[in-house]
Nanobody, 128 residues
Framework: QVQLVESGGGLVQTGDSLRLSCVAS????????MGWFRQAPEKEREFVAAISGSGGGTWNTKSVEGRFTIARDDAKNTIYLQMNSLKPEDTAVYYC?????????????????????WGQGTQVTVSS
């Protein structure tokens, strides 16, 4: 059974950086795409970034382009989200997730329903 555990969240100021980590246990996820989502209070869960199996391709939602970078280290069964130039609107609980779909990915069309296993989330708060 796969488990995902996020870490690295915290309280930072506008313009600061954070790196989130998501460690998987239970099986290797190197062949599967993984993603980061976030959910702010009273808002729907938002797809933030994704990376295909073995790091073949990455995707970011437009609001974080140029600021957030997703990466994976398959030797550590871990994915990362490097977040730079943080803004108050980035405040949310951040979740990592894995999709077991192994076809061609169209991340623009994917939603949270396409992801099978989720972590418990890590809080990111950006003060102004």
């Amino acid at each position: 059974q796969v488990q995902l555990v996020e870490s690295g969240g915290g309280l930072v100021q506008t313009g600061d950086s954070l790196r989130l980590s998501c460690v998987a246990s239970g099986r290797s996820l190197s062949n599967y795409a993984m993603g980061w989502f976030r959910q702010a209070p009273e808002k729907e869960r938002e797809f933030v970034a994704a990376i295909s199996g073995s790091g073949g391709g990455t995707w970011n939602t437009k609001s974080v382009e140029g600021r957030f970078t997703i990466a994976r280290d398959d030797a550590k069964n871990t994915i990362y989200l490097q977040m730079n130039s943080l803004k108050p609107e980035d405040t949310a609980v951040y979740y990592c997730a894995v999709t077991y779909y192994t076809g061609s990915y169209n991340f623009d069309a994917m939603t949270s329903a396409d992801f099978a296993v989720w972590g418990q989330g890590t809080q990111v708060t950006v003060s102004s």
